[in-house]
T-cell receptor
Framework: GIQVEQSPPDLILQEGANSTLRCNFS?????LQWFHQNPWGQLINLFY???GTKQNGRLSATTVATERYSLLYISSSQTTDSGVYFC??????????FGKGTRLSVIA | NAGVMQNPRHLVRRRGQEARLRCSPM?????VYWYRQLPEEGLKFMVY????????ESGMPKERFSAEFPKEGPSILRIQQVVRGDSAAYFC??????????FGAGSRLTVL
């Protein structure tokens, strides 16, 4: 099945810093989503981005489908950005497959 | 639109008991997915259902676990004779079609 690798596994940032999270996947996909799991365990849908670039406030994402990777950019990070960021992909009618996540800690 | 509703949010069971987790999809969504998250790990697919049908159960353990999505009412994930290894967060997601999934807040099962 499709493999998803996320990097880095852990990241510590000073408040106000920028960061880039990466998601590599092993096969062509027709769905790619980024999620944020907050410290209370809730999964928040950030982007549906099988290709191209999207922006939402301080967050933006770019997927280069032909090269099988996606990037999530966080600018001017805040403590509320802390948590785990997951990338998940699927192709055809296969189930959404999650990476292991990037654990982000933003310190004041 | 209330989103994907899961209950209970927290459930404690003793070994050997049954656990039932419920999921009401978003209005207009007919596709339901169940995922399990073990501590410090990512989410693993368990089962994909549409109304009254199991579409893909390739991630479900062969024994003790079952899922249904009846014509009326919520989807149910049932775990019989729970063991400590079943302790996890169980997430339900729904979608209007095969793509964008919206997740509920999860149900956290603790087996004593």
């Amino acid at each position: 099945g499709i493999q998803v690798e996320q990097s880095p596994p852990d990241l510590i940032l000073q408040e106000g810093a920028n960061s880039t999270l990466r998601c590599n996947f092993s096969d062509s996909v027709n769905n790619l989503q980024w999620f944020h799991q907050n410290p209370w365990g809730q999964l928040i849908n950030l982007f549906y981005i099988p290709s191209g670039t999207k922006q939402n406030g301080r967050l933006s994402a770019t997927t280069v489908a032909t090269e099988r990777y996606s990037l999530l950019y966080i600018s001017s990070s805040q403590t509320t950005d802390s948590g785990v960021y997951f990338c998940a992909v699927n192709s055809g009618n296969t189930p959404l497959v999650f990476g292991k996540g990037t654990r982000l800690s933003v310190i004041a | 639109n209330a989103g994907v509703m899961q209950n209970p949010r927290h459930l404690v069971r003793r070994r050997g008991q049954e656990a039932r987790l419920r999921c009401s999809p978003m209005k207009g969504h007919s596709h339901v997915y169940w995922y399990r998250q073990l501590p410090e790990e990512g989410l693993k697919f368990m089962v994909y259902l549409q109304k009254e049908n199991i579409i893909d159960e390739s991630g479900m353990p062969k024994e003790r676990f079952s899922a249904e999505f009846p014509k009326e009412g919520p989807s149910i994930l049932r775990i019989q004779q729970v063991v400590r290894g079943d302790s996890a967060a169980y997430f339900c997601a729904s979608s209007p079609g095969a793509n964008v999934l919206t997740f509920g807040a999860g149900s956290r099962l603790t087996v004593l």
